[in-house]
Structure formats: structure tokens, C-alpha cells
């Protein structure tokens, strides 16, 4: 199957042997009968596995061109099933610039339990390698990064990886498989923040994991299991409903995004524009190479500079809604520097670019042309 049918049939076969519904049903149930202790129908629990869970689990791995798929009450809950893997001693090497909650819980959770986190300027792959010693297992990379849309090259990072026989994660959640598909660039585990673009409709909070190898897959679930960040039954549909039309979305949002850019960057007002797909981005030749178009993420900064030029202007916005969050139909504001990214100190954060003049948008797919006056208004 190619992409676009993997949206919609992926994993999906048989779903209903009770009645042949056309969607999966939502098993809104937290058990299972069993006719003899141990005699069940493959589901014993819903923390363990819920047929809805499941269907969703099958669409995430066949959209990640992965094996198995793993989905979890939010994408932050993702993330910690798999730094679980790891233990005290052990390091990572992380993206430096990435989504806020992200160094949080790397941070502020799991240093205290003696993980150390190393966080890396990945845009030249090759300076991944000075921060990797006897107790790195594994290199986490988001791209594009959160929120300064740095591109990050997955095969020359899967390639140290291998070499020094760590795993790569690949937080996926801007790209979407729709743009690329980090596991096909030699990436172990695919994460995700479903609650973006793979739901698409802003209304549930939803984390995904996806690999290949089977035997991760069995720590994995047995964490999913253990841990039990699970989502429930309702969520997964939802979801389940939104992946059906991610590779139209993403499109939208492709388009709309390149005309919000090229309309920023030649607006006085603006400062710099953050978005891959232009000519001068510093990794454009990779985003070309790893990434089927260039997404709707766009980040810029004010001409004035200061944090008021950057309030103002979110506050004057009327079809973008200031809001936390991305990904969905409708397009959102956010200023980093006191909401998504509040959580990394000021001297951390400026290092890699989310000063206060810093706005970023989740470009939606509404009307090109009402979006792009909705900015020439409230930049004035
Ligand atoms: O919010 P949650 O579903 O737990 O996902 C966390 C997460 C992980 N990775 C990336 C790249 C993300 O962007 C996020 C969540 N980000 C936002 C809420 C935001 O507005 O940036």
C-alpha cells in the first residue's frame, strides 16, 4: 500500500468480526470474559490492550512503515516509556532545541534518577560524536526542532548510532510520516505527539511510539504495560479518524505554510522567518532530501525585537488563535518564550534562538489569503 492508503486501510483489516463495521468500534471497556482463567480472546485488560488501542496501534505502525505501534495517554507519556528503558549511569544525547515539556521531563525528572542528559546542536550530524562516551545508549533527535525549525539529518545521525551501537529516536511529531519517515532513515523508535497532526482537530492529548525491531517492541510494550500511561478507548478513535486524513491536511498545510512564509519574509515588520523550505534555510538540502514537502511550522521574530512588539502582535491576531499547541485544522499563535518553552531557562533557550520576539505559528488550512491578511493586520 502506498502512503495515502495506509492512512485510511492501514492496519486495519478485519477490525470488527462482529459485525464487519466499516470503522473500528470503541471498546469502551476497561475487560475482558474469560471462559477459564487464561481463556480470553487476546484481551485481558484495557491497560494491556483494548481492540480500539490496538487498531490505532496497527495504523501507527503501518503509517511509520514500522512493525509495531504503541500509543499512550500523551506524547510527553511516549517520551517517558522510553528514557524507561534506560538506567541510572546511562546518558542521551539530545536535540538542544526542542519542544519545552521535553527538557522538562528529561531535566527536571529524570536527572534526579541519574540519567544524563547531553543537549546538542545537531544542524552538522557530526558534532553528535564528541558528546558519545561508554554509557551513551541512545540519541534523541526532534526535527524539524520546536521552535526554531532546525533540520536534523536522520541517516548521518542513524549512522553514528549504529556505530557506536546506540538507538535513535526520532521525535517525528512536525514532520508527520506524511513528510518523512524517520525508521526508513535507519531510526529504531519513532515518537510522536498525536495530539498534532496525526489527530489534526485539536480536541485530544495522545502520544505514539513505532519500531521495527521486535524485541524493543517487547520492552516497550512491557513499559506501556507496567507504567501504564495508557489512552483510552475514545481518544484512540478520534485519532484512528484524524490519521484517515493526514495526507490531505499535511498537504493544506504545506501550501499554506510556503505562502506564510514567503508573505512574512518580505514584511518589514518581521525580523527573521524560521521554515525550511526556504533557499537560505542553513539545512534547506536536507529538509529537500529527508522531507516530502516542507510543513506548516514557521516561526519569526519582530523587527522591534522586544517581547511587547511580540505580544501585541499575537494579541491583534483574529483567525489564528493564540493557543498552546499545533497541528490541527485551524491555526494557532504561540509565543515559546513564556508558553510551549517557559520551562527552559532564559540563558538555555536564548542559546538556541527563542528570545522574546520569537512567535511561532501552526499554520491551518483555512483560506491562504485570510490567514495571510489576519498577519498583515496585526502586524500593522
Ligand atoms: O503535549 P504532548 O502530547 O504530551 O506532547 C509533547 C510534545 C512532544 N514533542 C513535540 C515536538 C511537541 O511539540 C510536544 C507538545 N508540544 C506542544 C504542546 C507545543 O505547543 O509545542
Known amino acids: 500500500m502506498k502512503f495515502n492508503t495506509k492512512t485510511i486501510h492501514g492496519g486495519q483489516e478485519n477490525t470488527d468480526p462482529a459485525y464487519g463495521s466499516v470503522m473500528p468500534p470503541i471498546y469502551q471497556t476497561s475487560t475482558y470474559k474469560q471462559t477459564t482463567p487464561g481463556g480470553h480472546k487476546g484481551f485481558?485488560?484495557?491497560?494491556?490492550?483494548?481492540p480500539t488501542r490496538a487498531a490505532l496501534e496497527r495504523s501507527l505502525a503501518s503509517i511509520e512503515n514500522g512493525k509495531f505501534g504503541l500509543?499512550?495517554?500523551?506524547?510527553l507519556a511516549a517520551i517517558d516509556a522510553v528514557v524507561k528503558l534506560f538506567k541510572p549511569g546511562d546518558e542521551i544525547v539530545s536535540t538542544n532545541d526542542l519542544y519545552g515539556g521535553s527538557y522538562r521531563l528529561f531535566t527536571k525528572i529524570y536527572e534526579n534518577f541519574g540519567i544524563k542528559f547531553h543537549f546538542v546542536g545537531m544542524q552538522n550530524a557530526a558534532d553528535i560524536e564528541k558528546y558519545i562516551n561508554g554509557n551513551t545508549k541512545m540519541i534523541w533527535v526532534e526535527t524539524p526542532t520546536n521552535p526554531m525549525m532546525n533540520i536534523i539529518d536522520i541517516e548521518a545521525t542513524s549512522v553514528i548510532a549504529r556505530k557506536h551501537n546506540l538507538l535513535l529516536a526520532v521525535d517525528n511529531t512536525f514532520a508527520t510520516p506524511y513528510l518523512q519517515q524517520p525508521l526508513d532513515l535507519g531510526a529504531d523508535i519513532v515518537m510522536h505527539s498525536a495530539t498534532k497532526y496525526l489527530g489534526?482537530?485539536?480536541?485530544?492529548?495522545?502520544?505514539?511510539?513505532?519500531?521495527k525491531d521486535e524485541a524493543l517492541a517487547d520492552r516497550l510494550y512491557f513499559i506501556q504495560n507496567a507504567s501504564g500511561a495508557v489512552c483510552g478507548p475514545q481518544d484512540s478513535f478520534l485519532v484512528l479518524r484524524g490519521i484517515k486524513t493526514l495526507h490531505i491536511r499535511m498537504?493544506?498545510?504545506?501550501?499554506?505554510?510556503?505562502?506564510?512564509?514567503?508573505?512574512?519574509?518580505?514584511?518589514?515588520?518581521?525580523?527573521q522567518v524560521y521554515w525550511?523550505?526556504?533557499?537560505?534555510?542553513?539545512?534547506?538540502?536536507i529538509a529537500k532530501r529527508q522531507m516530502k514537502g516542507f510543513g506548516g511550522m514557521i516561526s519569526f521574530t519582530t523587527s522591534e525585537g522586544t517581547l511587547e512588539s511580540a505580544v501585541k502582535l499575537v494579541e491583534k491576531l483574529h483567525v489564528f488563535t493564540l493557543a498552546e499547541s499545533l497541528g490541527g485544522v485551524e491555526s494557532l499563535a504561540g509565543h515559546p518564550a513564556s508558553m510551549t518553552h517557559a520551562s527552559i531557562p532564559k540563558e538555555e533557550r536564548e542559546k538556541t534562538g527563542v528570545v522574546d520576539s520569537l512567535i511561532r505559528l501552526s499554520v491551518g488550512i483555512e483560506d491562504a489569503g485570510d490567514l495571510i491578511e489576519d498577519l498583515k493586520n496585526a502586524l500593522g
Open 200 to 211: 489534526g482537530h485539536s480536541d485530544v492529548v495522545m502520544g505514539g511510539l513505532v519500531v
Open 251 to 271: 498537504q493544506r498545510h504545506c501550501e499554506n505554510g510556503e505562502a506564510v512564509a514567503n508573505f512574512l519574509k518580505s514584511h518589514p515588520r518581521v525580523k
Open 276 to 285: 525550511p523550505g526556504f533557499e537560505d534555510h542553513p539545512n534547506h538540502e
Open 44 to 50: 485481558e485488560y484495557s491497560r494491556s490492550g483494548n
Open 71 to 75: 500509543a499512550f495517554g500523551s506524547g
